[in-house]
């Protein structure tokens, strides 16, 4: 195994969760990232935009406060050539939003209360993942 | 600003940051079972399963949200071409470059522009779908 790291990868999720579990008990909304971030830009929000604002003006200051304090959190080359990048970013982006939802919102959120959508979307996405990355190392 | 979202935020930031999930390389390292396979992710993946699953047993026991009107309703049981070509599409995008959407969002910090690149074409693809589409939505 190559940079098996157990005890970074318990706490960081437990705090992840930790997050998406404080605004469902909180709040009563399913803190999916990628259904915050597309109500954030979506022209049909309405007056819903401050608590996901907020939510990622968190995520980025401390994730900002990791870049000072630890900058090798962060990788400092490109996963790829940046046009597969692009087409990467577009396919994330139109991907998230027909399934409604992504690793965290499906993945976290949706599977831990066994919703059948949820279980399939997360099962296609590693499937397909896993898949994709697999063959891609074989040709980088 | 909310403070409940900045700190569920503050919290999900601190996860990504030091579970690794912030670097694209450290996800391949997963999804990528041609080479020195990473466990990491599916640990993360594990650890922060545990904490939702208990939030949805916190959150059957409670009326209302605190800060929030009312709590999610049962999950939908649509499955459709919509959520698993969708989900596809996810992961075809996430096995390429290995960015998720809230990590993603969070790497901008770092200042590498393939990250840019990345949240550029993903915001994009979010817009598109989201102004093609006022349809009801299922889930978060």
């Known amino acids: 195994m190559h940079d098996f790291t157990p005890v970074h990868a318990i706490a960081g999720g437990i705090l992840i969760a930790l997050g998406l579990a404080i605004i469902l008990i909180g709040s009563g909304r399913i803190a999916g990232l990628s259904g915050i971030t597309a109500g954030l830009i979506s022209p049909f929000t309405g007056g819903d935009r401050s608590w996901r604002a907020s939510f990622l003006a968190g995520a980025l200051v401390v994730g900002a406060i990791f870049e000072l304090a630890a900058p090798s959190t962060y990788d400092v080359a490109a996963p790829h050539r940046l046009w597969v990048v692009a087409l990467s970013g577009v396919l994330v982006g139109v991907g998230t939003r027909l399934a409604n939802g992504c690793t965290s919102g499906h993945g976290l959120c949706g599977m831990a209360r066994l919703s059948k959508r949820s279980i399939i979307a997360t099962m296609t996405f590693f499937a397909v993942g896993v898949a994709t990355a697999t063959l891609a190392g074989r040709f980088a | ?140």
């Open chain 2, 1 to 140: 600003m909310n403070p409940l979202a900045l700190l569920g935020g503050a919290l999900f930031g601190a996860g990504v940051c030091i579970s690794g999930m912030v670097r694209p390389s450290k996800v391949l390292g997963f999804l990528d079972f041609g080479g020195a396979w990473d466990a990491t992710l599916l640990v993360v993946m594990a650890s922060a399963l545990v904490v939702t699953v208990v939030a949805w047993r916190v959150v059957a026991r409670l009326r209302a949200p605190r800060f929030g009107t009312a709590f999610p309703p049962p999950p939908s049981p649509l499955v459709d071409a919509r959520l698993i070509g969708g989900a596809a599409l996810f992961g075809l995008g996430w096995g390429l470059s290995g960015y998720c959407p809230g990590p993603a969002l969070v790497a901008l910090v770092a200042g590498v522009p393939a990250t840019f690149v990345f949240v550029a074409a993903m915001l994009a693809g979010m817009f598109v779908i989201e102004r093609g589409d006022r349809s009801n939505r299922p889930d978060a």
